[in-house]
């Protein structure tokens, strides 16, 4: 009996790194470690996608707290290239209301398929079926299928920012955390893959 409780110990722990490793690398989820430097509300622990029966995109990013009110200028983005730079941002102040703005930035040349945050972004009209809201511990964000060139590369991250709104214009001053693939960011996958994944029955 001690034998196969070994074994099966044995299993558990080499499994273990596979698995993990196997989180790490799907790209329908980003994974963020732990920082007990940050306030709850700004710590981001994982950013998750899915697909809503209405043909939705939906991004879920998870914190390790939340707050009703606090610093006015801090923000939960959404960072999205597709084609071009994307963010969407939501106050992480929770009493203020599911207002969601989306700005954009070109692809520079010389960034390549980088998926690293640009510092500026200019306001872009908001299409039909973008929204955001407040979860427990976080926010989603929704994006319509429609608006996705499926012929196009995608990637997604997402981080917490104090960040200057003056106009049309977005300026973040500040990151705080980021949930992100790699030290230099990740390169795009084709958007077909991404979406075939999440439909995926194999979570």
């Not at 981001?44 to 939705?56: G, H, K, M």
């Not at 998870?62 to 730079?85: A, F, P």
């Not at 958007?191 to 979570?203: A, D, G, V």
């Amino acid at each position: 009996m001690k034998i196969v409780l070994a074994v099966l110990l044995w299993l558990a722990i080499i499994s273990m790194p596979v698995s993990a490793m196997n989180m790490y690398d799907d790209p329908r989820m980003i994974l963020s470690f732990l920082d007990k430097s940050l306030p709850p509300e700004l710590d981001i622990l994982r950013v998750t996608t899915d697909i809503a029966s209405d043909n939705e995109l939906v991004f879920q990013v998870k914190t390790k707290g939340e707050r009703e009110s606090g610093q006015e200028q801090d923000y939960l983005l959404l960072h999205i290239v597709h084609e071009k730079h994307y963010v969407l941002l939501i106050s992480v102040n929770k009493e203020r209301e599911n207002k969601v703005a989306l700005y954009e930035d070109s692809l520079h040349p010389k960034s390549g398929e980088n998926l690293r945050l640009p510092q500026t972004f200019k306001l872009s009209p908001l299409p039909m079926g973008f929204s955001a809201k407040h979860i427990p511990q976080g926010a989603e964000f929704n994006l319509p299928l429609d608006w996705l060139n499926f012929g196009a590369r995608l990637g997604f991250d997402a981080y917490t920012v104090q960040a200057r709104i003056d106009g049309n214009s977005l300026e973040i001053s500040k990151i705080y955390d980021q949930a992100r693939k790699g030290r230099q960011g990740n390169k795009l996958i084709s958007t077909i893959t991404l979406l075939n994944k999440i439909c995926s029955p194999q979570r």
